[in-house]
């Protein structure tokens, strides 16, 4: 079987598979979808916890949007052209909710607000980690000090725009997540992050997912203030599946259990092999790209072989993490080195490093060869070069493909 996989915005890498072999081809899971249009307008005229948009806007003086910023397929922009028609945008400020990301390219700040840009780009801050001034709101129970952007704690209306999908470590994205680590500063989300060590911080996982407890602690620093979100759930081809909006938590919850239906996938059995893409916008940088490494574990035999199929386009995109990863050839002493001390990206190192215990990490991107293999990832220039390789080593092996590997779950029947 010939089977065409993207690899970064508009490319395709092509692969020959034995039909003996392929297991199957998973994406997140086939729903139906309405006019985009229509589901973003009914949720925000029936939202959950208030009478009506106009009543949460009522009175409101300084109103602050929280948005993702372009490494999320979030599609904010079609919310602010429904959100257009019953409000002046002009009236509020927005924040991009980078966490510890770099600010966005003009692309990205064209794909994120769409038409709206020109006019609301002078209204628009990007939240900065280091330089942006934060609040100190006190310490979370697991000793994080909140300390949260300035331009959202002393607002009176926060609206905030997020999607929600799996999250290799904090359960799921979205909720919460806008506020820490979205709009949070640097030493709040290292120690946050910190938290993602713990083998409870997984994917899907909510309840004792020490992460995701801390977001919520996050939360109950700004208790009182007045918030009003929109959350999506995407399909796997990024068109608008569900959009719950209304009270913050009561939202999530109710977007959580549309994301199950999309993106926990049923397979038959674990693979050999798993081939796993970080598709476009995800593939920005090898940082990002882990998550499609994490969430393909879940299909992958002890001893195998999991391929990590991703552009990289932007690079490493955090040097602290592949320093780490590099520190030996023997991933047992990367995690031990890991354990001693913690800064920001080394739980991305220890995810990483904890599947090159049992597992081959093989990867097909963009980046320097000789860097991947000291990162104890053995690279390939195309998909087709890595199947020919393990199917030379055992040729009765099986294997699966995770199309969106950076947001499919795959869970044995």
């Not at 979100?229 to 913050?248: E, P």
């Amino acid at each position: 079987m010939i089977v065409d996989i993207k690899y970064g915005k508009d490319e395709i890498q092509k692969t020959e598979i034995p039909d003996e072999n392929l297991i199957g081809i998973f994406y997140p899971k086939d729903v139906t979808c309405g006019s985009p249009d229509e589901v973003i307008n009914e949720s925000i005229d029936n939202p959950i916890g208030y009478d009506s948009l106009d009543e949460f806007l009522n009175g409101g003086e300084d109103i602050v949007f929280i948005v993702n910023d372009g490494t999320r397929p979030t599609p904010t922009a079609k919310v602010l052209d429904a959100l257009s028609k019953r409000m002046d945008l002009r009236k509020a400020r927005y924040i991009i909710a980078t966490g510890n990301h770099r600010d966005m390219t003009p692309e990205e700040y064209d794909f994120v607000f769409g038409k709206h840009y020109d006019e609301l780009k002078d209204r628009i801050i990007c939240h900065n980690a280091k330089e942006s001034e934060c609040v100190y709101l006190g310490n979370s129970k697991n000793g994080t000090p909140m300390e949260i952007n300035r331009v959202a704690v002393d607002s009176d209306r926060l609206v905030i725009i997020t999607s929600v999908e799996p999250h290799y470590f904090a359960g799921y994205t979205g909720g919460r997540k806008s506020f820490l680590p979205g709009v949070a500063s640097f030493r709040t989300i290292e120690a946050n992050h910190r938290l993602a060590m713990r083998p409870e911080a997984q994917a899907l996982a909510l309840d004792g997912n020490p992460v995701h407890e801390d977001m919520m602690d996050a939360l109950e620093q700004v208790k009182g203030k007045k918030i009003f979100s929109i959350q999506i759930v995407m399909d796997r081809h990024q068109s608008i599946y569900k959009c719950a909006s209304g009270d913050l938590n009561g939202a999530f919850k109710t977007a959580v259990g549309w994301a199950e239906e999309v993106f926990c996938v049923p397979i038959p059995e674990k693979a050999d092999m798993v081939i796993s893409v970080a598709p476009y916008p995800m593939d920005v940088d090898l940082y990002q790209s882990q998550k499609a490494l994490d969430n393909g574990k879940w299909a992958l035999k002890e001893g195998g072989k999991i391929v990590m199929v991703s552009k990289c386009r932007e690079g490493i995109g955090h040097e602290t993490f592949l320093q780490q990863l590099s520190s030996s050839k023997d991933p047992k002493i990367v995690l031990e080195n890991l354990n001693k001390e913690y800064k920001l990206g080394y739980h991305k190192a220890a995810k990483m490093a904890e599947i090159a215990t049992w597992a081959d990490i093989w990867a097909v991107t963009g980046l320097d060869k000789k860097l991947m293999s000291d990162a104890n990832m053995t690279p390939f220039d195309t998909v087709d070069d890595a199947v020919k390789e393990a199917l030379k080593e055992n040729k009765d092996a099986k294997i699966i493909i995770l199309m969106d590997g950076s947001v499919t779950i795959p869970m044995v029947n």
